[in-house]
């Protein structure tokens, strides 16, 4: 799948388009495909790392492998459940917000 990543903070210029494994989803999760995502202050901020408390969470010198991808709020389609998921189905429309900021992508 396609996702926008950075392996340093800065501006829009270190983001780039990569293809990524897709995720799976885990015991209590669901696997959303992304019919769109915003652009917040959180992620302008994540993005460039500042202020300085926000890189104590996703790497110091650089986002850690877990947050190279950007992107919170979203909203699409469930793709796939895992286990001991219940209320959402496949072909659910959902939207919410994903913690590692990993939304600017085919899939989260």
């Given at each position: ?18 293809e990524?494994?897709r ?7 669901v ?13 302008k901020?994540?993005?460039l ?17 877990r947050?190279?991808?950007?992107g ?11 286990g ?10 959902v ?14």
């Amino acid at each position: 799948m396609l996702a926008v990543i950075r392996d340093v903070y800065g501006p829009p210029e270190v983001l780039r388009i990569e293809e990524v494994p897709r995720p799976t989803p885990g015991d209590g999760e669901v696997l959303v495909q992304i019919r769109a995502s915003s652009l917040n202050r959180a992620d302008k901020y994540a993005s460039l790392g500042t202020p300085a408390m926000i890189r104590l969470a996703t790497g110091l010198r650089r986002p850690d492998r877990r947050h190279r991808g950007l992107g919170m709020d979203f909203v699409g389609v469930v793709a796939a459940v895992g286990g001991g998921v219940s209320g959402l189905s496949v072909g659910d429309r959902v939207f919410g917000e994903h913690t590692l900021g990993q939304t600017w992508a085919e899939y989260a």
